[in-house]
């Protein structure tokens, strides 16, 4: 299987900072499919990106996505506080699906 | 309104069965395909199966291989996980999740094993 490591664990910043989370993958991820999730405490994920650049309905243009093959980054411009939460990424393109173990955006 | 609802968890022993549900609304179910996935308390995200549109084809993680199901009933608007022979390990918030990538989930159900 497909494993992703992602980087930082952590990453504490406050609002107005700019988040940058990588993704990297074991192999190669065809047709960049690679998806980005938020999760808040209690929360289910969200789906935040998908094709590795393309945000999901309603989420707004301070988040970003891009990557490649095996390297992927979600950036969040200016985090508000409503981001401070933890990303996964999620790679789609083999089975099994396989996700990151999460990076946690804490203030 | 569009969601999904799951249900069924709980508290069993090792060794027991548990089939959770998971209710849609709000979209045409049957038009796509359905995800498990869980998390165990404090752990990542981890895939558990999925069961294509119309039901006619289905994979799973290995580590649950040979021991759960997962089927659906389009006309209930509703995907089902049968789990069998439980483990300690797989304690975890099950979630159910639309299409790939997962772009609606439910809120979970809490499945317990312990004796």
């Known amino acids: 299987e497909i494993v992703l490591t992602q980087s930082p664990g952590t990453l504490s910043l406050s609002p107005g900072e700019r988040a940058t989370l990588s993704c990297r993958t074991s192999?190669?991820?065809?047709?960049?499919?690679l998806a980005w999730y938020q999760q808040k405490p209690g929360q289910a994920p969200r789906l935040l990106m998908y094709g590795a650049s393309n945000r999901a309905t309603g989420i707004p243009d301070r988040f970003s996505g891009s990557g490649s093959a095996t390297d992927f980054t979600l950036s969040i411009s200016r985090l508000e506080p409503e981001d401070f939460a933890v990303y996964s990424c999620h790679q789609y393109a083999a089975s099994p699906g396989t996700f990151g173990q999460g990076t946690k955006v804490e203030l | 309104q569009v969601q999904l609802v799951e249900s069924g968890g709980g508290v069993v022993q090792p060794g027991r069965s548990l089939r959770l549900s998971c209710a849609a609304s709000g979209f045409t179910f049957s038009n796509y395909g359905m995800h498990w996935v869980r998390q165990a308390p404090g752990k990542g995200l981890e895939w558990v199966a999925v069961?294509?549109?119309?039901?006619?084809?289905?994979d799973y993680a290995d580590s649950v291989k040979g021991r759960f199901t997962v089927s659906r009933d389009n006309s209930k608007n509703t995907v089902y996980l049968q789990m069998n022979s439980l483990r300690p390990e797989d304690t975890a918030l099950y979630y159910c999740?639309?299409?790939?990538?997962?772009?609606?989930w439910g809120q979970g159900t809490l499945v317990t094993v312990s004796s």
């Open positions: 192999q190669r991820i065809i047709s960049n499919s």
């Open positions: 069961i294509s549109y119309d039901g006619s084809s289905e």
């Open positions: 999740a639309k299409d790939l990538p997962c772009d609606l």
